[in-house]
């Protein structure tokens, strides 16, 4: 395992890649724009077995997923068999305000925190990647054996490849991280306090109808991020798409 030492964690970034402009034909050829919204949520199970959340079983979600701590990597299903978490991803499922509602609730019991909403736009078939959040400047041992500094990223990452179908649905070839400090992992070396990064990767091919959500289930984490002790969450990311028609835009 490899262990990051955080001396300094420098200001939020934001960065979106989607290539270069798309070419066009001629006037109205352009391709259209897929725009993606992604909600990333943690998920208080301890607090969910307790609480009276209703919500249908959800759908298996297919791909993919696993745990990475360091350079360690661990499998585990996108969606588990725990009823209650599976009934709310299907419940997280609803459209507009009736999702925003049940969130408002889950806030409010302590159930979850949204760790990030971030969004992007790419063209149909192109690739894009986003990541938000910051870096933590620690300390290495160089080829020489001397000590380098170097900066890691850490925040919430998406990648990601639309396409449309032939019936007017969107597929995307999807990749979420979500990467955190976790001092409770932290190690003494050389007389420093070298805290990990903790980090969760999801991979999944998905099909929807524009502006329908589809939730992914990470697999459980035992984290120790609260004064009441260590606890354990799932983290849930809601996946929304959108068409914009280039005639659409140009209004």
């Known amino acids: 395992m490899r262990w990051i030492a955080a001396l300094l964690v420098l200001g ?22 897929i725009l993606l919204h992604v909600k990333v949520l943690d998920i208080d199970e301890g607090k969910l077995r307790r609480a009276d959340v209703d919500g249908p079983q959800a759908r298996e ?4 997923a696993g745990t990475k701590t360091g350079d360690d990597a661990e499998q585990a299903p996108a969606v588990r068999s725990d009823a209650r978490l599976k009934g709310l991803a ?18 409010r019991d302590g159930l979850v925190r949204v760790l990030a909403e971030p969004t992007l736009v790419t063209v149909v078939g192109r690739p894009a990647s986003l990541r938000v959040g910051g870096e933590a400047l620690f300390e290495d041992v160089g ?20 396409e449309l179908t032939g ?57 120790d ?7 354990t969450r799932a983290v849930l990311f809601l996946v929304t798409p959108e068409i914009i028609h280039p005639a659409t835009a140009a209004r």
Not at 61 to 64: A, K, R, V, Y
Not at 143 to 162: L, N, Q, W
Not at 225 to 231: F, L, T
């Open 61 to 64: 979600t297919q791909g993919p």
């Open 167 to 223: 019936e007017g649905n969107i597929r995307l070839q999807l990749k979420c991280e979500v990467s955190e400090l976790d001092p409770a992992r932290s190690v003494l070396a050389g007389g420093k306090e070298r805290p990990a990064i903790r980090r969760l990767n999801l991979a999944s091919v998905l099909e929807m109808k524009p502006a329908e959500t589809a939730v992914l289930v990470g697999p459980s984490q035992i984290v």
């Open 225 to 231: 991020d609260e004064p009441s002790g260590p606890r």
């Open 143 to 162: 080829p020489d054996g001397k000590p380098v500094k170097k900066c890691e990223p850490y925040g919430t990452s998406v990648d990601v490849v639309p």
């Open 90 to 107: 299907e419940a997280l499922r609803q459209p507009g305000h009736a999702r925003d509602a049940l969130l408002e609730k889950l806030r």
């Open 12 to 33: 939020s970034v934001g960065i979106v890649r989607g290539g270069e402009p798309p070419r066009t034909v001629g006037r109205g050829n352009a391709l259209p724009q």
